[in-house]
């Protein structure tokens, strides 16, 4: 652009192209893992412990527990208000930082498709066929079309160390969360699942 343009042009303009330019420079990460704030998921060298954590980007630890899932609808008013205190007094008492997580899921019912497949495979009668293809259909049928709302607690440490004292401590709440944290693979299916919002 020479002089006599620079002056036909208002200053913000020429601003803003300039600032064009300088973002159009700018190198964005393109790969997951630089953009990730998860680093990788490792063993707990333990005595007390045989269990993974995630080591993230900034070199802390995240624990994944699995809240318990009651059916409100088969619950009395008792019940419910006993599982709401329960969960408010771990939220007052448990200070350290913890995130919660919840997503809707497909029903997983491969294990019993599994089971089914196998009594169609090994049946001796006619009936005994149609009823495990009937199951078969409807256990599909399922998996397809419901979905299950599953919640998550995330805990926090800045060491392994650190984190072993706080597993001991969040198993105080063993009506809440399960007792056992999640496994290897639950930890990738859902950071997966996270992170690739298709529809299923």
Known sequence: MNETESRLIPSRIQKIEQDKIELAKIKIPTTFLSVSPYKRIVEMDSNTFN??????????????YKYKSYDLNLLNVEEKRILIQQFANFLRIYSDDIKNVSLMFPVNTTEQQNYWMMKYEHAKTQIQKELSAERLLRLKAIQTHFKTQTHYC?????????????????????????????TREEKEQLLYRLNNQEPE
């Open 154 to 182: 995330y805990i926090f440490s800045n060491t392994i160390q650190e984190m072993e004292d706080k597993m001991r401590n969040i198993n105080q709440y063993h009506s809440l969360i399960e007792s056992k944290p999640l």
């Open 51 to 64: 269990e993974t954590v995630i080591q993230m980007s900034n070199d802390t630890y995240v624990q994944i």
